[in-house]
């Protein structure tokens, strides 16, 4: 027999790339299964590169691992995280069509597969309605780690039991801490992601809390050598979820093409190819992280106190990355301290545009200054490179407190920020003395985060081999779905 599964991403770069490997994995395993990705419109502003991206996903279609692009009339940049949600919405007739469409070419084909499932990014809850047209159950992919669901279940219990007043207003000042049943410490309120504490939009990650509860699996970017305290409790039947596939990390980590337009990738890596092992520092932020030059200013003075070599992937804060993504500053020269540049001409390198995964690869990197992308702490782990973690939107501040507080695989820089850096530039500004401790702690060679790092790099990779936990947990995965549907049968 023959099966098909339909994979429903949300409009984000990030979650679409993480759930196309976990594709090509299932379908390389196993022979049985096909596997159609949907792709619905994504949100203008902030989506650097996403549309040569989807393009190269739909040259790539084949019989066993299709691509079917969702083309929407609306090219209006969305503004409020809020409509966010209407957006999805909005898509779910659309999906559905995409699914009949599939269903009936099914039809006409003898021996075609039958679709026994639907698996949704966590953003995209409101798909459930397409499975439930089809009578399919659905499963839920979370391209973060293991450490959200606890913290989101446990939100959603206070609210519904009127116990939760974390405000907008008080919640960055706060001391208090909640106790998350799953998390070895406590939580502190003040590196809350500003989605729980905002009254527009916490309802709706309360009622995606619910909708987790009514999925038929989870399956999580994460490894069970990684987060094992967490997905212990998640497993543990505590907390009413269903069950747990830690299948990660799941990275594209083939070479990646383009560049700043002042320096080519080839020669960011011919140069660092040239530095001793682990002795430079790697800076860089994601495709929506940007700074004001005040806070550039001060990055550049630690830089050039601390006498670290560095690679710096440097962009000016976008107004609003709902938006406009941040672009490359014009002059360097007049934002950065006056003769940085010449300075540090032969210890360091400030670029637009970096090649993320194959800078981490370089042994010459010895440490990670990230803005805590959960691929991008997965990436910084495979490669065995340490991290400093700097916040600056969405879940990051949680990400950086279980990389630094619950792991001990990064140090801290900055655990959370007075802003909403999605909607606006922060005034909140870390110092150069701040960020040069950092420095030294992240480059030493002898710290026990680095020898951490290097130990969970090498389970990272044990995870994905046969055998593996990764690897047993996908298989697992694709045993339940195939045997709940011949149980249907």
């Not at 499963?139 to 293991?146: E, G």
């Not at 069950?243 to 980590?253: A, E, M, Q, S």
């Amino acid at each position: 027999m023959k099966f098909e599964l339909v994979f429903i991403p949300s409009p984000g770069v990030g979650h679409l790339r993480s759930m196309v490997e976990m594709a090509k994995l299932l379908v390389s395993r196993e022979t049985s299964l096909s596997i159609s990705v949907i792709i619905v419109p994504f949100i203008s502003g902030g989506q650097a590169g996403a549309s040569d991206y989807v393009a190269s996903l739909s040259a790539a279609s084949n019989s066993r691992l299709r691509y079917k692009v969702i083309i929407s009339a609306e090219d209006e940049p969305i503004s409020e995280l809020t409509t966010f949600e209407n957006h999805i919405e909005n898509q779910v007739p659309k999906a559905k069509s995409a699914v009949a469409k599939l269903v009936e070419d099914y039809t006409a084909v003898p021996d075609s597969p039958r679709i026994v499932g639907i698996v949704l990014d966590i953003f995209s809850t409101s798909m459930m309605d397409v499975a439930k047209e089809f009578g399919v159950p659905s499963y839920v992919f979370c391209a973060t780690n293991a450490g959200m669901f606890p913290l989101t279940y446990h939100i959603q219990m206070q609210f519904d039991e009127n116990k939760y007043d974390v405000s907008e207003s008080d919640h960055v000042d706060s001391e208090a801490v909640l106790n998350v049943p799953g998390l070895s410490r406590p939580y502190p309120v003040k590196c809350l992601p500003d989605i729980f504490a905002s009254k527009v939009t916490l309802p709706m990650f309360v009622n995606q809390a619910r909708k987790f509860r009514e999925m038929k699996g989870i399956l999580i970017n994460t490894v069970a050598e990684l987060e094992p305290y967490v997905l212990k409790f998640l497993s543990s039947g505590d907390c009413d979820t269903p069950p747990v596939y830690p299948v990660g990390p799941l990275l594209k980590l083939e070479s990646q093409v383009g560049g700043s337009k002042d320096e080519k990738p080839s020669d960011i890596l011919r140069w660092l190819d040239e530095q001793p092992p682990s002795s430079v520092v790697f800076l860089c932020f994601g495709s929506l992280g940007g700074f004001s030059e005040e806070q550039a200013r001060e990055i550049a003075l630690a830089l050039e106190r601390s006498g670290h070599r560095f690679i710096w992937s440097l962009r000016r804060a976008s107004p609003n990355i709902f938006r406009e993504p941040p672009k490359e500053f014009t002059n360097l020269e007049e934002v950065l301290p006056e003769g940085f540049l010449d300075r540090t001409k032969d210890i360091g390198r400030v670029i637009g545009w970096a090649p993320q995964t194959a800078v981490l690869a370089n042994p010459a990197i010895g440490g990670f200054v990230t803005h805590c992308g959960w691929n991008s702490m997965l990436e910084s782990l495979w490669f065995g490179v340490p991290m400093a973690a700097w916040p600056l939107y969405a879940e990051q501040k949680f990400n950086a407190f279980m990389m630094v507080e619950e792991l001990g695989l990064a140090v801290e820089i900055k655990k959370y920020w007075r802003e909403n850096h999605l909607t606006g530039t922060s005034t909140v500004i870390v110092t150069a003395e701040e960020i040069e401790t950092s420095f030294k702690c992240l480059m030493d060679k002898d710290s026990d985060v680095r020898k951490k790092v290097k130990e969970m790099s090498k389970k990272c990779h044990v995870a994905l081999t046969d055998g593996g936990s990764s690897r047993i947990a996908l298989d697992k995965f694709f045993e339940d779905v195939t045997k709940n549907y011949r149980f249907k049968d």
